[in-house]
């Protein structure tokens, strides 16, 4: 299936790469080559995918994508960056980007990321829209509005964030590995992907518990990953 997708690089020749190879893939490509005309891209709403570069002129990549994510443009994003530390990675993470990727990197690696996103976005639009609430205690989760609710209030979560959440609490008691997380909510099995798991892991239980260190909801499964509650 054709989707559109934006490509936000200030880097003219990275972003014809970008685009031909994303072309290859059947999709329809626009490049910008600034934060500013790449925001007002992205929040026209006719894009399935942005691919969004950190580092940009008028606008940087991650103020980009968080006025996006407070415009409520749920536009799934992938960032490019140059930087190699991790905080940079877990902010544009927290900022509610559904993958990064770090420059350099291989074009196979580029299509196996964006195809595992869209492989996402089409599961999602296959997937039942019955209206359904879910409640662990004090933890609520409406799957029509995707809200989560606490006693003190409403919890923001990114949307991966959500898609996570949303996965354990439908299959409460159930044990998962990192890698079947990977495929069922990321939409791939990349190899040495892991840590992002653990990553959400964290900011979830972060927003969700009372105690992060010693969770309610998100518990840890020794020797196999992570499993949710099943204490309603």
Not at 77 to 86: F, G, H, K, P
Request: aromatic share 6%; glycine share 6%.
């Amino acid at each position: 299936m054709e989707r559109r997708i934006l490509v936000v690089e200030d880097q003219k020749d990275i972003a014809d790469l970008i685009a031909m190879h994303l072309r290859d893939l059947g999709h329809a490509v626009d490049c910008v080559h600034d934060g500013g005309l790449g925001y007002e891209a992205a929040r026209s709403g006719r894009y399935d995918l942005v691919v969004l570069d950190g580092m940009l002129p008028v606008r940087d990549g991650l103020d980009v994508l968080r006025a996006l994510r407070m415009d409520r443009i749920e536009t799934p994003v992938l960032m490019l960056t140059a930087r190699s530390s991790e905080i940079d990675r877990v902010l544009g993470l927290e900022l509610g980007a559904d993958d990064y990727l770090t420059k350099p990197f291989s074009i196979p690696e580029l299509q196996a990321r964006v195809k595992a996103i869209l492989r996402r976005i089409e599961r999602q639009a296959q997937a039942p829209e019955a209206t359904q609430k879910l409640s662990f205690g004090e933890l609520s989760i409406d799957t029509a509005s995707r809200e989560v609710r606490l006693a003190r209030g409403p919890v923001p979560l990114t949307a991966r964030e959500f898609d996570l959440l949303l996965h354990f609490a439908r299959q409460p008691g159930r044990a998962f590995t990192r890698m079947q997380l990977l495929d069922a909510v990321w939409g791939t099995t990349f190899e040495g992907y892991e840590h992002n798991v653990n990553t959400h892991i964290n900011r979830l239980r972060a927003k969700i518990e009372s105690d992060p260190a010693n969770p309610r909801y998100v518990l840890t499964v020794r020797g196999v990953g992570y499993r949710f509650t099943d204490q309603r």
